[in-house]
């Protein structure tokens, strides 16, 4: 899933105290000093003795590097899916068609190469500057598939989830820039509890599907399964908010350059998380 895995860690005091803003009543900011940053899971957050650390400028070129292998590798997995026409569109009925994957081992094997990489550098963030990418484009190969087998249902669904997903990430960068949510105890603790919430939910979901086709706790086309989309498309919105926070710790704090990766990673996985779920909640809606 998302950060509380990669957020892991930065919940205690210790280091060096960074001053940051937060709004006083409804005009202006005051400054105030922040809790000491973290400590990091391997180690203090601290650069070698006249190394690099981490920048907004690095960690935003890290971003689009990956960004750019998940838009390659996503163009072969939406060409490793084949749509038929079944029957022609007639009058306001749609055209049926059939999407078939033509290698299916090419998706399952991208699934579980991304799972096996996100798990692995959410607990050793070092190994971020050899695994982002690879991870990318194992998650741009599943992306590019699974958004060609939705488009192929709802003509043209695939661009419109992109679009709401860069339009939510913007909002969401645009409040955290203005200091109108912050990444306070109460609301990481808040995150942090719903993100596991629905990762429990995915995990009931997909054992549950082991035993008995079709079951599922996210709901179909109706009203319910609308509302668990937009609560759980919320929560993923808000894990923003943790990695814009990383970020800017990391930079203040002088985190080591590494972390660069690190930060870019987690970045990736929240809005690849956001990404699926508006396409499964843009799907619902045009049911």
């Given amino acids: 899933m998302s950060n509380p895995l990669l957020t892991r860690g930065f919940g205690e005091p210790a280091g060096t105290t960074a001053t940051l803003e937060r709004p006083v009543g409804t005009v202006g900011y005051a400054p105030m000093p922040t809790p000491e940053l973290p400590t990091y899971p391997g180690g203090p957050m601290a650069a070698d003795v006249g190394g690099r650390t981490m920048t907004y400028g690095g960690t935003a070129s890290v971003a689009v590097l990956m960004l750019c292998a998940i ?136 054992l549950g599907s082991l035993f008995s086709p079709g079951f599922s706790l996210l709901g179909g086309s109706g009203a319910l399964g609308i509302g668990i989309s937009l609560v759980i498309v919320g929560i993923a919105a808000f894990n923003l908010i943790l990695d814009f926070d990383l970020i800017e710790r990391g930079v203040k704090g002088k985190f080591p350059a590494y972390m660069e990766w690190y930060a870019a990673f987690g970045l990736m996985v929240t809005l690849i998380w956001l990404y699926m779920e508006l396409l499964r909640l843009l799907s619902k809606l045009r049911d």
């Avoid at 679009?163 to 109460?186: E, Q, S």
Wanted: glycine share 12%; proline share 3%; no cysteine.
């Fill in 71 to 206: 838009g390659a590798t996503g163009y072969f997995g939406w060409r490793s899916v084949v749509v038929t026409e079944i029957a022609p569109a007639i009058g306001d009925r749609k055209a049926v068609v059939d999407a078939s994957l033509t290698n299916a081992g090419w998706l399952i094997g991208a699934v579980i190469i991304g799972l096996i990489l996100g798990i692995g550098t959410a607990f050793v963030p070092k190994a971020a500057r050899f695994t982002a990418l690879p991870y990318a484009a194992a998650q741009g190969y599943m992306l590019g598939a699974i958004s060609h087998l939705y488009d192929s249902q709802s003509s043209g669904i695939a661009v419109q989830a992109f679009v709401a997903t860069v339009g939510v990430t913007l909002i969401m960068l645009l409040l955290y820039g203005l200091r109108i949510l912050r990444a306070t105890p109460k609301m990481v603790k808040g995150i942090i509890a719903a993100t596991f919430g629905v990762m429990a939910i995915y995990l009931v979901s997909f």
